[in-house]
């Protein structure tokens, strides 16, 4: 499915070839929430990396999440958050332990969305205490992360692109 993005402000367009474009995954770490905003957030859409077009490449600024250790140290995830240095808006995140693919944030795409048949709500055990996570029949509630990727979760619902 081909998706098109862009920041708030409009400087940074971008589109891409999703074959999971269904934003079913939120994430509730502190990352996701300080660096996107709000109470969870959805870095959740799979997407070719080399259909990754980008106008305003110069707005682009790069950020890669300090993550505290349980010992006290503190690692530089590989994951290469993107986001527009003129408003912020969290774009997409790519990692190059998966060079294949990028992970738009479904808040910054234009085109329209699948409604998802079931969400997955992760890594609740670092939401905030404030955060009221939805608990209906077909949310799915995980203290971590998933076993399934994206593309197999896709895959079951017979909702993947080829
Ligand atoms: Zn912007
Ligand atoms: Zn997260």
Redesign the pocket.
């Known amino acids: 499915m081909q998706l098109e993005g862009s920041c708030h402000c409009g400087n940074v367009r971008f589109r891409c070839e999703a074959y999971a474009p269904v934003p079913f995954l939120q ?1 509730y ?1 502190s ?2 929430r300080k660096t996107a905003g709000g109470s969870g957030s959805a ?1 959740n859409l799979g997407a070719r990396a080399d259909t990754l077009e980008v106008e305003g490449r110069e707005h682009l600024g790069v950020y890669q999440a300090k993550i505290r250790e349980d010992d006290g140290g503190c690692r530089i995830s590989s994951a290469r958050r993107h986001f527009c240095t003129d408003c912020g808006s969290a774009l997409w995140l790519f990692s190059p332990e998966w060079p294949d693919l990028v992970h738009p944030h479904a808040s910054a795409i234009d085109t329209p969305l699948p409604q998802p048949p079931e969400r997955v709500h992760m ?1 609740l055990g670092s939401k905030a205490n404030w955060v009221l996570v939805p608990n209906g029949p077909d949310d799915v509630q995980l203290e971590g992360f998933p076993n399934e990727s994206l593309e197999q979760w896709h895959r079951r619902h017979g909702l993947l692109q080829e």
């Open positions: 994430c770490c990352i996701c870095i890594l």
